[in-house]
């Protein structure tokens, strides 16, 4: 069992930046992607940002492009999502995630494990 517990959020003005982090505990953390999703009211939740573990490569939606970055800390098995340039429509419940083949397919079917989520509004 894997366990993914988030931290950050809040709420910030349009052009701000936020920072959320994910501390991920428990067995097979190394083997799998960590990733994070977004949801927003009334929208289905869609793929942020993943990375691999071992060699710490990225991937980000094309609309955060440019603007989030993902990292991790292998030694502390923490993921961190970078949000800068924020918009109004980036309001949404954001959500760690675990999975074998996040970084491929980034789609919430390839999710095992999910933290509980955090809330991101950017005011206009």
């Known amino acids: 069992q894997v366990q993914l517990v988030e931290s950050g959020g809040g709420l910030v003005q349009a052009g701000g930046s936020l920072r959320v982090s994910c501390a991920a505990s428990?067995?097979?953390?190394?083997?799998?992607?960590m990733g994070w999703f977004r949801q927003a009211p009334g929208k289905e939740r869609e793929f942020v940002a993943a990375?691999?573990?071992?060699?710490?490569?990225?991937y980000v939606a094309d609309s955060v492009k440019g603007r989030f970055t993902m990292s991790r800390d292998n030694a502390k098995n923490t993921v961190v999502l970078q949000m800068n340039s924020l918009k109004t429509e980036d309001t949404a419940a954001y959500y760690c995630?675990?999975?074998?083949?996040?970084?491929?397919?980034?789609?919430?079917?390839?999710?095992?494990?999910w933290g509980q989520g955090t809330q991101v509004t950017v005011s206009s």
């Open positions: 995630a675990a999975g074998p083949s996040l970084t491929r397919y980034r789609n919430p079917t390839f999710v095992r494990y």
């Open positions: 428990g067995r097979t953390v190394s083997s799998d992607d």
């Open positions: 990375i691999t573990w071992s060699a710490g490569n990225t």
